[in-house]
């Protein structure tokens, strides 16, 4: 059966969440399932409603960032709070944090970005939820656990739900092996992640039916 109203999520993200790999010969390829997919057949599978859907606004490659997906420069659409009042979805996901931690920026700036979007989000009238990273193996991100901690702090702050990745995925055994280019998680490690998501939206969305 469907809800009535519908209940929609959109995620926001970088190549993680929107699902780019590589294949054997390199060339881009996408993740089947990627994890929004995964994450909304669990949902509708858990809650026997084909009515909640999950919407991937994620965008892949170097320009997607945090600080340029705020201003409408990742390839996304236009700046966030255009985005996110014209997004019909009730809560949104935020999971930025591999290409923000290249440089570019400082991890000052990061933790304003995610104040921020948390604020445009609220004000736009969404149920914000902050999405650590996974761990990436390509010995090119050192600054990577810096961000991640950000991010905590971030959602302690300002009271928002944190959905933890990082840790959780470092500790399956060989969990690089799941990874392209030691990068790009595949289709294991994104049903992984979206069942860890699963967990954390899942109370969100009983709160919403009980209303």
């Known amino acids: 059966m469907?809800?009535?109203?519908?209940?929609?999520?959109?995620?926001?993200?970088?190549?993680?969440?929107?699902?780019?790999?590589?294949?054997?010969?390199?060339?881009?390829?996408?993740?089947?399932?990627?994890e929004p997919v995964a994450l909304q057949a669990l949902l509708q599978k858990q809650f026997k409603d084909s009515g909640i859907t999950v919407q991937n606004n994620a965008t892949g490659g170097l320009a997607s960032s945090l600080m340029n997906e705020l201003d409408g420069m990742d390839g996304g659409g236009p700046?966030?709070?255009?985005?996110?009042?014209?997004?019909?979805?009730?809560?949104?996901?935020?999971?930025?944090?591999?290409?923000?931690?290249?440089?570019?920026?400082?991890?000052?700036?990061y933790q304003g970005y995610l104040a921020q979007w948390i604020l445009d989000a609220r004000a736009a009238g969404k149920t914000p939820i902050l999405e650590e990273p996974g761990p990436v193996c390509d010995g090119q991100h050192p600054l990577l656990p810096q961000y991640v901690a950000a991010i905590d702090a971030a959602a302690q702050q300002y009271?928002?739900?944190?959905?933890?990745?990082?840790?959780?995925?470092?500790?399956?055994?060989?969990?690089?092996?799941h990874m392209a280019n030691c990068f790009y998680p595949d289709a294991y490690l994104d049903g992984l992640r979206a069942a860890q998501e699963q967990l954390v939206i899942a109370p969100i969305i009983s709160a919403s039916f009980a209303q």
């Open 79 to 109: 700046p966030t709070p255009q985005r996110l009042a014209e997004s019909p979805a009730s809560i949104v996901i935020e999971e930025h944090a591999v290409n923000d931690a290249l440089g570019g920026e400082t991890l000052s700036d």
């Open 159 to 177: 009271g928002v739900v944190l959905i933890q990745q990082y840790n959780y995925i470092s500790s399956i055994q060989g969990w690089q092996s």
């Open 2 to 34: 469907a809800s009535t109203p519908v209940i929609t999520l959109a995620v926001y993200g970088d190549d993680q969440m929107f699902g780019d790999s590589l294949d054997g010969s390199g060339l881009p390829v996408g993740v089947t399932p990627n």
